[in-house]
């Protein structure tokens, strides 16, 4: 006799170790071992059939995407994605408008992301906070929050703007518009093949970004201790002309450009529907990540600092020039030439790969909106390769407009790129917040022990309600400069417009759908979440792993 029902299928192996998964046709778990062979037993007619183990990692349905991240390469997108224009190319103007304290201050709002750990940690599943706010918060909330990270598509224009002026530093060969769409359809080819291609070229290209920024931080230390360049120079600048520029204010506005070099970091929740084990390398990869990205930015601005006034005319960086980017200033400082051809060089690849990494997070999030019913169903197709091609092209299309920027002035274009893809950002990391906060008061609420958590926010409420404060000021206070000290509407404009989407977008969905709020006892914590069985055969396989590997682990 024949059974048909998917239901009643179980796996079976001959030798292994237990961890679960989830049929996709049917709500019931299955076991799968980890082995080399598995044995598909029919409790009906016991039958039985030989099925690879690995077909249950990396097989999905045809609309699933294709799980094809692996540990490293999840590791190497959330670090990578977002070392690009904003450390190379705007870290000097940081540092001209704050100073190295002011930057330093900046840059410290990476915090935020504690609040996303927690909730990705425990629920990795496709979507991030977009999907949480409609969980936890009001689908409302989350429609407006999705489509407001979507926006943010258009840093892929900021980093091909950037490209196409770096690209010209060296000889003017072609216009800007010719070199933008060679970009784009780079990129737009790469996303459309899969997400194996991706992740592989973001791990080489992310491992290149991290290479020269570990040399400009050796060179840097040798040029502030007298080891190469003209002298000893320590702390004189932070002295004459000090630490700070422009006092409060110019740390205020040091707050955008700082927070444009963070966005990326969140990518790392993103990845959860692609990655192979998505329960053991999503917590790592934002465990780690932050330490990483705060060592690298914070010891970068610092050595910046160090070696460079504030009142260097060229760190103004006001053409968007790549010859006279911070770090080659350093580079000259130690007396290699050479270095400001690779420095250049390092940064065209990196302002690609960080172009790259939006448009994938991008189609992802129109995917996730397409699965949650705010956006049309027909973006959520994929294609051969499990690529979300017509979300994947949609996503695209607002990069095409650096194209006709590029026409009237790339180093404009960029500038305005940064200032709207900011403020997006921004609104997204006061939503993680506001979400984090909902996440804990239904989970309290509900009875749950902390103790489930794989990874606890840091000196959680504080950490979000500074988080909701900061950001709060930060949307508010950036665009300071068009009202002081006299009203500039052009400014006001390209400072506040991404604020508009936002409201536009939550008020209609709650006049059309007539949403309401989720009460805290019906919050779903349990699909996608991260069972205990997991956590406990993760810990196992870290145990056994030599010191070495453990070390190697942390590094890659």
Request: charged fraction near 15%; hydrophobic fraction near 45%.
């Amino acid at each position: 006799m024949e059974n048909n029902n998917p239901d009643h299928k179980i796996i079976r192996a001959e030798q292994g170790t237990l961890r679960p998964t989830m049929d996709n046709n049917s709500n019931d778990p299955m076991r799968v071992f980890d082995n080399e062979k598995v044995e598909a037993y029919d409790q009906t007619d016991l039958s039985f059939e030989s099925i690879p183990a690995e077909s249950f990692e990396q097989t999905t349905t045809p609309s699933q995407p294709h799980r094809g991240l692996n540990a490293r390469h999840i590791q190497m997108i959330s670090l990578g994605g977002c070392i690009g224009t904003g450390l190379f190319l705007n870290s000097g103007q940081n540092i001209s408008e704050a100073g190295p304290a002011g930057a330093l201050i900046a840059y410290c709002v990476y915090c935020l992301m504690t609040c996303l750990g927690e909730m990705a940690t425990y629920m990795p599943v496709s979507g991030s906070f977009n999907h949480y706010a409609t969980r936890f918060v009001d689908p409302a909330f989350g429609f407006a929050l999705g489509w407001n990270y979507w926006l943010s598509a258009v840093t892929i224009a900021a980093e091909i703007s950037a490209a196409a002026t770096i690209i010209n530093w060296w000889k003017p060969v072609m216009p800007d518009p010719a070199w933008s769409t060679i970009f784009i359809l780079l990129i737009l080819f790469v996303n459309l093949v899969g997400v194996r291609l991706y992740g592989e070229l973001e791990y080489w290209f992310a491992l290149l970004k991290i290479l020269i920024v570990l040399v400009f931080i050796i060179i840097g230390l040798c040029v502030t201790t007298g080891g190469l360049g003209a002298g000893v120079i320590g702390f004189k600048y932070w002295k004459d002309p000090g630490a700070f520029a422009g006092g409060g204010l110019g740390t205020l506005n040091v707050l955008l450009s700082a927070g444009f070099s963070f966005m990326g970091t969140e990518i790392v929740g993103i990845t959860a529907a692609e990655a192979k084990n998505p329960t053991k390398t999503v917590p790592r990869a934002i465990k780690n990540t932050f330490w990483r990205i705060i060592f690298f930015y914070i010891v970068t601005i610092f050595l910046l600092g160090m070696c460079l006034p504030y009142d260097n005319p060229n760190l103004a960086n006001a053409d968007g020039d790549p010859g006279t980017a911070s770090f080659t200033l350093v580079f000259e400082l130690a007396y290699i030439q050479v270095g400001a051809h690779i420095i250049n060089a390092v940064i065209l690849i990196s302002v690609l790969s960080a172009a790259n990494s939006s448009l994938y997070t991008c189609s992802r999030t129109l995917l996730g909106l397409a699965k949650d019913g705010n956006a049309p169903r027909w973006m959520g197709k994929l294609n051969r390769w499990g690529a979300p091609y017509l979300a994947v092209i949609c996503s695209s299309v607002i990069g095409f407009a650096c194209v006709f920027a590029s026409i009237y002035s790339a180093s404009v274009a960029f500038v305005w790129f940064l200032s709207i893809t900011a403020v997006s950002g921004f609104i997204s990391w006061w939503g993680i917040a506001v979400v984090h906060i909902r996440f804990r008061r239904a989970f309290k609420a509900q009875g749950r022990s902390l103790d489930d958590l794989p990874y606890k926010a840091f000196a959680y409420p504080y950490s979000a309600i500074v988080a909701i404060i900061l950001t709060t000021f930060v949307i508010l206070g950036q665009g300071y400069t068009a009202f002081y000290p006299e009203w500039n509407g052009v400014k006001f404009v390209t400072n506040y417009i991404g604020l508009v989407p936002v409201f536009v977008w939550y008020i209609g969905y709650k006049l059309i759908r007539k949403s309401k709020v989720v009460p805290l006892m019906e919050v779903d914590f349990e699909t996608g979440r991260v069972t205990h069985l997991d956590m406990e055969k993760d810990k196992e396989e870290d145990e056994i792993l030599p010191w070495y590997r453990k070390v190697l682990a942390w590094v890659v």
